[in-house]
């Protein structure tokens, strides 16, 4: 990245930092973004996650995170597939459609694809749509999405399709013992299936301040929800974004002993509308 101020970008965004790190960050939907995917600490095939920022029209965005299944052919494949082919159906939408159908068709769209490689592929895919003043959430698989307020207020947080996801929604885990379990690797839902499903979050009104997350399970799977939140509700986004990432990497590589460490690929994406009162005040 310059260091230049970035201006609002109108093109889509793909990043697959198929073999060394990918950053960007960019003005979109009326705030500011950063992102990152890069692959796991030593590993020597590619990074089999896709990260997108897609404008949709004036005020408009969605952010994408799909991280192809570990474990099945063309982990890469799958998820730059489904990146890809929802990108291209939101941009034929674009204008002729409401923006939560476009995301819908998009997806339902993107599992065709991945079906059609019959390569036995698949991939998670998880969207947050900015829309003006409004975020929604669009979940298949094990990558989180998370609005926390500058105080630290979580507002919005999806449900992992795991076992463990969903033992800590039914408050059978919490989130630190989640981290440590040993089915925390499964999940049961992903792009790429007949039996594919949508989780649909409710739409939220984003406050002065407020940061939209969207993540790989290779952050969440090594950092705390508490050091999330502690790392990304303020400051700087590109520093927030760093910090984070360096965090997790470190425990991959086993730098803090009896913490969580799963070597995974990571990627990430932030985004912060701007204080409201400096808008109006100029």
Do not use: W
Request: aromatic share 2%.
């Amino acid at each position: 990245m310059s260091g230049d101020e970035p201006t609002e970008q109108h093109d889509l965004l793909v990043l697959d930092g198929a073999l060394e790190p990918d950053q960007v960050e960019v003005n979109v939907a009326g705030g500011s973004a950063v992102a990152c995917t890069q692959k796991e600490p030593g590993k020597e095939t590619e990074n089999e996650d896709t990260v997108a920022i897609i404008p949709y029209g004036p005020g408009a965005a969605v952010l994408v995170v799909a991280d192809g299944a570990g474990g099945l052919p063309a982990g890469k494949r799958a998820s730059l597939t489904a990146v890809t082919t929802l990108a291209a159906s939101l941009q034929a939408a674009m204008d002729k459609t409401l923006l939560r159908t476009a995301i819908l068709n998009g997806i339902e769209a993107a599992n065709e694809a991945v079906l059609g490689l019959a390569n036995g592929s698949a991939t998670t895919m998880t969207v947050v749509t900015i829309e003006g003043l409004v975020a929604r959430s669009y979940q298949i698989g094990d990558s989180e999405a998370l609005v926390v307020g500058q105080r630290g207020l979580i507002k919005l947080q999806t449900t992992a399709h795991s076992p463990t996801g969903f033992a800590v929604e039914a408050g059978f885990l919490d989130h630190r013992e989640a981290l440590h379990h040993e089915e925390r690797h499964l999940v049961s839902n992903f792009l790429g299936t007949s039996d594919m499903r949508i989780d649909v979050g409710a739409g939220i009104e984003l406050q002065s301040r407020d940061t939209v997350l969207v993540a790989s399970d290779g952050l969440t799977d090594n950092v705390h929800l508490d050091e999330i939140i502690e790392h990304v509700r303020t400051g700087q986004l590109a520093e927030s974004l760093r910090s984070v990432v360096e965090l997790a990497s470190g425990r991959m590589v086993g730098r803090s002993p009896g913490q969580p460490s799963k070597p995974d690929d990571l990627s990430l994406i932030l985004f912060r509308k701007p204080d409201r009162a400096r808008i109006i005040g100029g």
